[in-house]
């Protein structure tokens, strides 16, 4: 479907368009944006331009009799455009664009401006620009492989299946509207390669993992209007909740009305991901901090003392890299300034973040970290890859943290039941106790550690079920697994971890004790 390519020029250009032809730098090139789309249109739509053509040949379709041609005029020139109303120069960007409430909230989304800041963007000329800046765009529209650079200043047209695709998904971004043209583009392809069995199996399934994952709904919509477009196909949705005999529960904890700015977040993120140059975004986040105390005093002792929570909201200025789910909820992984102010990873869990909606931050703006545009002009950003692999290497989705060796005892009885022939990842598995001690010798660098390790496993029975694993010691997943297997799991190593184990059931006793 190459040719679909010549549809985004049939109409007033969308802010999504405007942000995918100018690789996410609409916040600086938001004239330029316009001038791509008119010149595109020119060429691909309206074939006002024969197949090697020269400036000369483009400015005189673009402007009227009226405006200059000479290259000698300045910029100043033009800042009231040349005095015909009907030339193109005299449109401004709000003739252009037709700003509507929605489309303000998308432009300010993408760009980071302000509600000034905006008014006085929208109030410039783009085509109200010395002839220089126009062949400049001709240049940068080669390079960007919409045209081709020949010898002597001629630009030469291409075929329409070779010129750039928009991502299969760019109209899922921000609009509320999908586009009309996309229904029947899925709905086609689902009845030329689905049953309607298949179409109505799948719609269950989707209906599902939409929950997580918001930007399935337009193929919901499709799968829905291609059952009713069949025969019977009222009376196949109308049963379609209690066909299915397979479930899957996941374990989502938001309530609706917080669900649903989560999925904002996340469509935001997603329309971002979808543009050339990804960007920098900025949230306010609340940072919330558990204080626990050791064991140190004799019994009773007050389990209120044992733990307390607080919390902080910190604005976060990050490159978004993926998103997760885990358990409970959604997390973002990101690279930037931290909560604690460093530089570095963090997961961030969506429905943590305060901010009404994201605040996407232009390259250019000071607010972004020098390291990440440092980054970003090395090419050498972070990419969901890296992330992969990181998990990959140790158990636990704190994947920036160092990983630590796990040694867990399980009763032979509950292992058998519950653990042995169970995948939990890569690095978790069983290990004889005779194979215990050099593992520890090599794994354990803290001398006190090893030895108080070594001391516990003196007493501990050989015909038990060992495993182990590498592990991220502080991630809430893990610490949770471990909860889940109490008081039939004892972790052995690491020692921070055990000691956190010994508090938590401590604490858990406390509750039940009677009073005094």
Not at 405 to 431: C, G, M, Q
Request: charged share 20%; glycine share 4%; with cysteine.
């Amino acid at each position: 479907m190459s040719s679909d390519i010549t549809a985004i020029f049939q109409s007033a250009p969308t802010i999504q368009i405007l942000h995918w032809l100018v690789q996410g730098n609409l916040a600086s090139s938001m004239s330029r944006a316009v001038r791509f789309w008119v010149i595109l249109g020119m060429i691909y739509r309206d074939r006002l331009l024969p197949d090697l053509f020269h400036y000369a040949d483009l400015r005189d379709r673009l402007y009227t009799r009226h405006h200059p041609i000479s290259d000698k005029f300045k910029a100043e020139t033009f800042v009231n455009g040349c005095g015909d109303r009907h030339c193109i120069c005299a449109k401004s960007l709000n003739n252009w664009l037709h700003i509507t409430t929605e489309t303000q909230l998308h432009l300010q989304l993408l760009t980071g401006f302000d509600q000034q800041q905006l008014e006085a963007e929208l109030s410039q000329f783009p085509f109200a620009t010395v002839h220089r800046s126009i062949r400049a765009d001709l240049e940068k529209l080669a390079r960007l492989g919409w045209l081709k650079v020949l010898p002597r200043g001629e630009f030469q047209i291409l075929p329409v299946d070779l010129l750039p695709q928009l991502p299969p998904d760019l109209y899922l971004g921000f609009s509320t509207e999908r586009s009309p043209s996309q229904v029947p583009i899925v709905n086609s392809w689902l009845s030329q390669n689905l049953s309607r069995q298949q179409c109505l199996d799948l719609l269950v399934a989707l209906d599902t993992l939409s929950m997580v994952q918001p930007n399935l709904e337009l193929l919901l919509d499709s799968l829905s209007e291609l059952l009713v477009a069949e025969q019977d196909g009222d009376r196949l949705l109308s049963q379609h909740q209690k066909l299915p005999h397979t479930f899957v529960n996941l374990d989502y904890i938001l309530p609706v009305n917080v669900q649903d700015r989560v999925d904002d977040y996340h469509k935001q993120l997603a329309d971002l991901w979808h543009t050339a140059d990804n960007g920098v975004i900025q949230f306010d986040y609340e940072v919330i901090k558990l204080t626990s105390a050791s064991i140190t005093k004799s019994l009773p002792i007050n389990p209120n003392e044992l733990s307390r929570f607080s919390s902080d909201i910190k604005q976060i200025t990050v490159y978004p890299v993926c998103i997760n789910y885990l358990r409970r909820a959604k997390y973002l992984s990101a690279y930037g300034i931290d909560p604690d102010g460093n530089m570095g990873w963090h997961n961030y869990r969506l429905d943590r973040i305060t901010s009404k909606s994201l605040k996407i931050l232009a390259w250019g703006d000071r607010e972004v970290p020098k390291h990440l545009k440092q980054l970003r002009n090395s090419g050498k950003l972070p990419t969901p890859e890296v992330v992969q692999i990181e998990l990959q290497k140790a158990w636990g989705f704190k994947f920036y943290e160092e990983p630590q060796l796990l040694l867990i005892r399980f009763s032979e009885d509950f292992a058998r039941w519950y653990v042995d022939n169970t995948v939990r990842h890569p690095t978790f598995k069983s290990i004889p106790y005779n194979q215990i001690l050099p593992l520890i010798q090599k794994a354990i660098s803290n001398a006190h550690d090893r030895e108080s390790i070594l001391a516990i496993l003196k007493q501990r029975s050989p015909s038990d079920h060992y495993y182990q694993a590498l592990i991220r010691p502080n991630d809430i997943n893990i610490i949770q697994r471990l909860r889940d297997w109490r008081p039939n799991g004892e972790v052995l190593a690491p020692i921070s971890l055990r000691q956190k184990m010994i508090d938590e059931a401590t604490q858990e006793l406390m509750h039940y004790l009677p009073l005094l």
